[in-house]
C-alpha cells in the first residue's frame, strides 16, 4: 500500500524530473523554478476551469498552451544569457525565479489554498485487500503515461533527435544549419507543459494550494539520481524517489520522507556521480 | 561563385585576425586555403559560414557574396540554407549519438529530402560508415569520424563545401583516401570545395587553384600546379631546400633566405 502510493507520487516527480533534464540537456541550465512553473500552471488550470467556468477539455488545452508560452517567455527573459555562464549564477537566477513565481501566483491568486476541483470521480476499488482511490490510480496513469510519450518523442522523432543533438554542442548545429534558437524554446516549452501537467494532476489530488511548489524540490534530486542527461533515468528516478519518500514517511512519520530522499541522493552520487543512466563523458584512450 | 571583397574581421572588437582577405571559388571548382598556424584560415571559414558570433566575432569590413546575394550579415541558419556548408575542424561529432543519427542530423535542413537515399548516397562514399552506423559517435577512430562529419555535411546537398584541415591528425594512408573521396564527391555532385589545410602537399594536389594566408593576408594566388612550383612555397610549406631534397639543417642559414612577398 505503501509502495503503490509512493509510486503515484513518484510518477509526478517523475514527469517534473522529465523537464528538469530536458532544460539541462539542451541548454546546460539548472532550472530550480521547475516546482514553481509547476505551481503556476497548476494555478491557471484552476483559473481557467474554476474562475471562468470553462469546460474542463477546453481548460486543459489553454493551460498547457500558457505553460509552452510560459516556458519560452522564461528562457527569453532569464536565461538566454545563462548558457555558459558560471554555474553560482544559474542556480542564483533560477533560484530567484522561483520566489518571482511564487510571489506572482501569491499576488494573483492570494495565499490560501483555492476552491477544490472534482477532475477525477471520487470512488475507489479494492485491489487484494489494499483500498486505492481512483483519482490517484488516473493521476498516476496520466503521469506515466505523459512521461512517456516525452521518452518516446526524443528517441523516436526528428525534432527529438534535433534536440539531443542541441544536447551535445550548439555551435555544432549551427553549422549544420539548425536553428539552435528555436530548439532551445522549444525544449523550454515542453518542460514548461510538463511541469504544467503535473501541476494539474497535483492540484486536482491534493488541493491548489502554494505548498504544490515542493514537489519541485524533490523533482530535483530524482533527475540527478537517475542522470541529468536520461529523459528515462529522470522518470525511473522519479518513481525510486517517489517510493523512499513513501516507505520512510510510512515508518519514520512524514517530516522524514523529504531528508530521506536527499539521503539517497547523496548516497547515489557517490558510487554513481553521473547518476543511474547519465552519459558518461566519453574519453577514447 | 563565393567571393570574399577585402574580409576583415575583429574578435572582441579589437583582436584583427583578417586584414583585408580577398578570395574567389567559381562554381564546380576545388580551392585550397593554405597557411601556417594562427594565419587565418579557420577563421575566414567561420565568416564565411557565419559562426563568428558565438565566437565574439565579426566582420567589420568587406564583404563576402554568395551568388551575388550578401551573405556576412546572415545567421548562420540561414547561411547554411543556401548551400554553404562547413565541417568545422577537429572532427566534432555529436558523441553521444550515433553514426546514423549524427548522418540524419546533417540532413536535417532538407526538410523534403528523402532522408533513406541521402544516407545511401553516403553510405556508398564511406562504406566502413554502413558497417559502424549503429556505434556511438565518441568512440570511433579518428578517420571515422572524420568520415561521419564529413558525411553529415555530404547530408545536406551542399553547393559549396567548406572544409577545415580534413587530414589533421589522419595517417598517411586515410589522409590519400579521404582526399580521393573529396574529389569524387566534387566531380559526381558538382559541389564547390574550399579546403583549408596545413597539409600544403595534400591540399595542392587535389586543388585547381589555391591561396596562401599568412598573419591574416593574403600573400600569394595563383593555379596550384604553379604554386607548387614556387620556390617560396617548396622552402616554407612543403619542406623543400633549393634543390628539391630535404632540408638540411646543417646548412640552413635564416638570415640569408626570405620569402619573396616579404
Not at chain 1, 543533438?165 to 555551435?171: D, I, L, N
Not at chain 2, 551568388?67 to 565541417?87: F, M, S, W
Not at chain 2, 528523402?114 to 562504406?127: A, E, G, H, Q, T
Request: some cysteine.
Amino acid at each position: 500500500m505503501i509502495v503503490i502510493s509512493g509510486l503515484m507520487n513518484g510518477a509526478i516527480y517523475g514527469l517534473v524530473a522529465l523537464g528538469f533534464v530536458l532544460i539541462y540537456k539542451c541548454s546546460s541550465v539548472l532550472n530550480f523554478s521547475q516546482g514553481h512553473m509547476l505551481l503556476l500552471g497548476s494555478y491557471v488550470f484552476w483559473f481557467f476551469k474554476s474562475a471562468l467556468g470553462l469546460p474542463l477539455s477546453f481548460s486543459l488545452l489553454l493551460a498547457i498552451g500558457s505553460g509552452f508560452l510560459a516556458g519560452i517567455l522564461i528562457e527569453r527573459i532569464s536565461l538566454r544569457k545563462l548558457i555558459g555562464q558560471p554555474l553560482i549564477s544559474m542556480i542564483t537566477v533560477t533560484i530567484f525565479l522561483s520566489l518571482v513565481l511564487e510571489g506572482l501566483v501569491s499576488l494573483i491568486w492570494g495565499t490560501y489554498p483555492l476552491q477544490h476541483i472534482k477532475i477525477f470521480s471520487g470512488s475507489s476499488i479494492r485491489v487484494g485487500d489494499m483500498v486505492l482511490a481512483t483519482r490517484n490510480l488516473f493521476a498516476f496513469a496520466l503521469a506515466l503515461a505523459t512521461a512517456l510519450a516525452l521518452i518516446l518523442f526524443f528517441r523516436y522523432t526528428r525534432l527529438g533527435l534535433a534536440m539531443r543533438g542541441v544536447a551535445e554542442g550548439h555551435q555544432i548545429m549551427q553549422s549544420m544549419g539548425i536553428s539552435v534558437k528555436r530548439i532551445l524554446n522549444l525544449s523550454w516549452g515542453i518542460a514548461g507543459i510538463a511541469a504544467t501537467i503535473g501541476g494539474i494532476i497535483l492540484g486536482s489530488t491534493l488541493g491548489f494550494q502554494l505548498s504544490l511548489s515542493q514537489i519541485g524540490l524533490l523533482a530535483i534530486p530524482a533527475a540527478f539520481i537517475g542522470g541529468l542527461e536520461s529523459p528515462e533515468g529522470a522518470v525511473l528516478g522519479g518513481l525510486l524517489i517517489g517510493i523512499s519518500e513513501s516507505i520512510v514517511s510510512g515508518y519514520l512519520g512524514n517530516a522524514a520522507g523529504v531528508p530521506a530522499a536527499f539521503i539517497i541522493l547523496i548516497v547515489v552520487m557517490l558510487f554513481r556521480p553521473y547518476g543511474f543512466f547519465g552519459l558518461e563523458k566519453i574519453e577514447r584512450v | 561563385m563565393l567571393k570574399l571583397n577585402n574580409v576583415e574581421v575583429k574578435y572582441a572588437g579589437v583582436i584583427l585576425v583578417l586584414r583585408g582577405v580577398s578570395l574567389e571559388i567559381r562554381d564546380g571548382t576545388i580551392v585550397s586555403l593554405l597557411g601556417s598556424n594562427g594565419a587565418g584560415k579557420t577563421t575566414t571559414l567561420k565568416a564565411i559560414s557565419g559562426l563568428l558570433h558565438t565566437e565574439l566575432g565579426e566582420v567589420t569590413a568587406g564583404s563576402i557574396e554568395y551568388d551575388g546575394g550578401r551573405i556576412d550579415k546572415l545567421d548562420p541558419e540561414q547561411i547554411a540554407k543556401t548551400g554553404v556548408i562547413q565541417v568545422m575542424e577537429d572532427r566534432q561529432v555529436l558523441e553521444h549519438l550515433t553514426v546514423e543519427e549524427n548522418l540524419r542530423l546533417g540532413g536535417y535542413i532538407r526538410r523534403n529530402g528523402n532522408i533513406r537515399k541521402d544516407l545511401d548516397m553516403v553510405y556508398d562514399y564511406f562504406p566502413r560508415l554502413r558497417e559502424r552506423r549503429t556505434a556511438i559517435s565518441g568512440y570511433l577512430s579518428g578517420g571515422e569520424q572524420q568520415m561521419v562529419v564529413m558525411g553529415r555535411a555530404m547530408m545536406a546537398h551542399p553547393k559549396i563545401l567548406l572544409l577545415d584541415e580534413p587530414s589533421m591528425g589522419l595517417a598517411p594512408l586515410l589522409v590519400e583516401e579521404i582526399y580521393a573521396i573529396i574529389k569524387r564527391f566534387n566531380t559526381e555532385e558538382k559541389t564547390s570545395i574550399l579546403i583549408v589545410e596545413q597539409n600544403a602537399k595534400a591540399a595542392l594536389e587535389i586543388s585547381e587553384y589555391a591561396y596562401v594566408l599568412e598573419n591574416g593576408r593574403v600573400v600569394l594566388d595563383g593555379p596550384s600546379s604553379k604554386l607548387a612550383d614556387n620556390e617560396d612555397i617548396k622552402e616554407f610549406y612543403l619542406g623543400l631546400s633549393k634543390l628539391g631534397e630535404k632540408k638540411s639543417y646543417r646548412e640552413v642559414k635564416h638570415y640569408k633566405r626570405r620569402k619573396r612577398w616579404l
